[in-house]
């Protein structure tokens, strides 16, 4: 995918992280900053959801760790809570998330991803444009999400991570109201 060079669709944009761009932020802070600072020059606010904050968290091993990671989370985010809420709807949502890509893809979609990409779809229509900030491509897959962003970073060890911006396909709705269960309740 060709890197896009007008920015003004990401402009004012909120961004849910995902962990994978956490996991890596935080082991390479250097390399990863100049990204970090690419979405503050868009103007764009990071979000953070419940389930990467657990996921990320997770991987504290002590209470030191668990203090460094969440120091980061704060430089990132601020002290601000979110205000993404899992609720019954973003449940829903990603159980039709989790059917519409298995019926399309013959592929199963993974609970925290489909929780992410539930928020993305909930919220997208309460704040306006909610976009995913993502290395696991394969995790959020085209017959729902659309990437419109990519930036490469450089490993200090040749190796080269590719950070991917998300937006739900605006045909999402016509997609999720074939699930099965919808059809059921019709």
Not at 48 to 75: I, K, P
Not at 127 to 138: E, I, K
């Amino acid at each position: 995918m060709k890197k896009m060079t007008n920015f003004t669709y990401l402009n004012g944009s909120f961004i849910l992280f995902d962990t994978s761009v956490l996991i890596d932020g935080i082991k390479y802070q250097d390399e990863y900053q100049s990204f970090f600072d690419f979405i503050k020059e868009q103007d764009c606010t990071g979000l953070l959801d419940a389930t990467v904050r657990c996921e990320f968290l997770a991987g504290a091993r002590n209470d030191s760790e668990m203090l460094l990671l969440s120091d980061f989370l704060q430089s990132l985010f601020g002290s601000s809570d979110p205000g993404l809420r899992i609720s019954t709807e973003t449940f829903e949502t990603a159980r039709k998330l989790m059917n519409c890509v298995y019926r399309a893809e013959n592929k199963h979609l993974k609970i925290p991803d489909a929780l992410i990409g539930s928020q993305i779809v909930q919220y997208s229509s309460v704040v306006g444009n909610l976009l995913l900030a993502t290395q696991n491509h394969h995790d959020f897959p085209p017959v729902i999400f659309e990437r419109k962003y990519t930036q490469n970073i450089n490993l200090p060890d040749g190796k080269i991570k590719t950070v991917g911006i998300y937006d739900v396909r605006t045909d999402y709705k016509a997609l999720l109201s074939k699930s099965p269960q919808s059809s059921a309740k019709k």
